[in-house]
């Protein structure tokens, strides 16, 4: 059964927030129980701000969330990073919308 984690960001930056760290220490709890897993990295942002920026910041959250889970253990080649920018936000907005819901990167599991 596939598993589905979100790792919050604080706005506009490549800082995850408390709930994010705690979610990171879950996951590393399924690999450490045993799980045998791979990983897909799906990194998102707002619409705030240049485009350009944006996608840069979702690659630096991605690359975060990677190092976090090498670093508990996961091998490298395991994680497939995908970094989405601002083109495709979970919660649809409007251009130049603050959206907290989608500061964000999606991790999810597959068996």
């Known amino acids: 059964t596939p598993h ?10 490549a800082e995850m927030s408390a709930s994010g760290l705690k979610v990171i220490e879950d996951v590393l709890g399924l690999v ?32 975060i969330v990677r190092e976090a889970l090498v670093a508990g253990g996961v091998d490298t080649d395991d994680i497939r990073v995908y970094a989405f920018g601002e083109s495709d936000p979970p919660v649809k907005t409007a251009d130049e919308t603050d959206e907290p819901a989608n500061q964000r990167v999606d991790i999810f599991l597959n068996e």
């Open 32 to 63: 450490k129980a045993g799980g045998q897993y791979t990983f897909v990295l799906n990194s998102h942002t707002d619409t705030m701000g240049d485009a350009l920026e944006n996608q840069k910041l979702t690659q630096e959250r991605a690359e």
């Open 4 to 13: 589905d984690y979100t790792v919050f960001f604080v706005s506009k930056q």
